[in-house]
């Protein structure tokens, strides 16, 4: 099987793969790509006042074990990613961890995707990160008020046409 879709229309001149011809966001069609087992890894960090990150490395956060209610919501932001992202494909999910390490100033959060489908995965490594960052802020928002989401990327993904890449790399 091709891996390139076959074509509804015309491309929008720009090259844009999600523009029709005049210019309206589409969905791209993936039928006609091969299936192949794909994996996307992100990462991202919440900013933490130092009393919220002794809160978390001592079991004292008010709302109960704020990691683990943010690791649950990553899984569930990975699976919901469609719902999310107008123009995403629906895939099978069919693995996600989710590593939480609370650091002198704040949560290292990561996260690994996995599918074997037609297209990869990455938005729903990122909707995994952005979403266990959500769930741990709100469970340490009473602690820390200014709790900040940074640097939220793709670090590295394999499978599909372009197979392997990482960042730096």
């Known amino acids: 099987m091709s891996d390139t879709p076959p074509r509804q229309g015309t491309d929008h001149p720009s090259g844009f793969t999600h523009l029709d011809e005049s210019g ?9 790509k091969g299936v192949s087992a ?14 919220a990150v002794a809160a978390l490395r001592g079991g ?8 683990a209610v943010a690791r649950i919501a990553g899984i569930q932001g990975a699976k919901r990613t469609p719902d999310l992202v ?13 590593d939480l390490t609370v650091v002198d100033e704040g949560v290292d959060v990561s996260a690994t995707v996995r599918t ?7 938005m729903e490594a990122l909707t995994c990160v952005m979403t266990a960052a ?20 793709v670090e590295e993904k394999t499978g599909g046409r372009k197979g392997h890449w990482r960042r730096g790399g």
Do not use: F
Request: with cysteine; glycine share 10%.
């Open 24 to 32: 309206a966001a589409r969905m791209v069609d993936v039928s006609g």
């Open 38 to 51: 794909r994996t996307a890894t992100a990462t991202g960090r919440v900013l933490l006042s130092p009393e």
């Open 60 to 67: 004292g956060v008010p709302k109960g074990d704020a990691l």
């Open 86 to 98: 107008p123009l995403c494909h629906p895939v099978a999910v069919h693995g996600v961890d989710v």
């Open 116 to 122: 074997a489908d037609r297209t990869g995965v990455e």
């Open 134 to 153: 959500l769930g741990l802020i709100d469970m340490v928002k009473a602690i820390d008020p200014e709790a900040e989401v940074t640097r939220v990327r």
